[in-house]
């Protein structure tokens, strides 16, 4: 599967974004959806997933604040992003991994991955 993010930009603290990830393929609703995010000089870290139930699981650092959702007719999944804040300024990535059970956190749990899209948080 090929994913496409998009949807970035410059925003200012306390405002919000939605990202996109398309996905090519006919069977995205077999996947596990997720979204990770990479700083600059850190590692890139969970941030949300979401199963093709619609069952999400969000890391603690933006419970509360980011939605991730999903559309598998339009193969496609969203991460609503609200009150954001200066720390959540990094490249996020979507990414897919077929469908396994347990919660899945780990870059190497997901074998698909998107470009990335910079989101920038002024403070």
């Known amino acids: 599967v090929q994913l496409q993010a998009s949807g970035g930009g410059l925003v200012q603290a306390g405002g919000s974004l939605r990202l996109s990830c398309a996905a090519s393929?006919?069977?995205?609703?077999?996947?596990?959806m997720g979204w990770f995010r990479q700083a600059p000089g850190k590692e890139r870290e969970f941030v949300a997933t979401?199963?093709?139930?619609?069952?999400?699981y969000y890391a603690d650092s933006v419970k509360g604040r980011f939605t991730t959702s999903r559309d598998n007719a339009k193969n496609t999944v969203y991460l609503q992003m609200n009150s954001l804040k200066p720390e959540d300024t990094a490249v996020y990535y979507c990414?897919?991994?077929?469908?396994?059970?347990?919660?899945?956190?780990?870059?190497?749990?997901?074998?698909?991955w998107g470009q990335g899209t910079l989101v920038t948080v002024s403070s």
């Open positions: 393929g006919r069977t995205f609703s077999s996947y596990i």
């Open positions: 979401v199963w093709s139930s619609g069952r999400t």
């Open positions: 990414a897919a991994k077929i469908y396994t059970l347990g919660v899945h956190t780990t870059t190497s749990a997901y074998e698909y």
